[in-house]
């Protein structure tokens, strides 16, 4: 049973940082598509960034050059490190995985979700 959970969102300034996680069980993250979302009220869920094996990386053009994508295959942890976040980066985010062979910043891209984790950036 593939579960993914979460954690790590808080509450931030504008200009700071936080990172994400989020541990999974039932399948091995370096071998299927992992990516992180994020839905803010009101809007539709956009992907943020994903990861597929052979470090093959897709970043929305919002997020690219501040935040960072990476996973522990140790740990069978996804990570996102958020820097230079902006108050139009509040939302909850979420983890999500699917087939390798799919890999994209599309909803449908992905069979599998966690709960969210919220951001929230004040200015």
């Known amino acids: 049973q593939v579960r993914l959970v979460e954690s790590g969102g808080g509450s931030a300034q504008s200009g700071g940082s936080l990172r994400l996680s989020c541990a999974a069980s039932?399948?091995?993250?370096?071998?299927?598509?992992m990516g992180w979302f994020r839905q803010a009220p009101g809007k539709e869920r956009e992907g943020v960034a994903s990861m597929r094996s052979g470090g093959i990386i897709i970043y929305a053009d919002s997020v690219k050059g501040r935040f960072t994508i990476s996973l522990d295959n140790a740990k069978n942890t996804l990570y996102l490190q958020m820097n230079s976040l902006k108050p139009e980066d509040t939302a909850m985010y979420y983890c999500?995985?699917?087939?390798?062979?799919?890999?994209?910043?599309?909803?449908?891209?992905?069979?599998?979700w966690g709960q969210g984790t919220q951001v929230t950036v004040s200015s």
């Open positions: 039932g399948l091995i993250v370096s071998s299927n598509c």
């Open positions: 999500a995985t699917g087939p390798e062979w799919y890999c994209s910043l599309r909803r449908d891209s992905y069979n599998y």
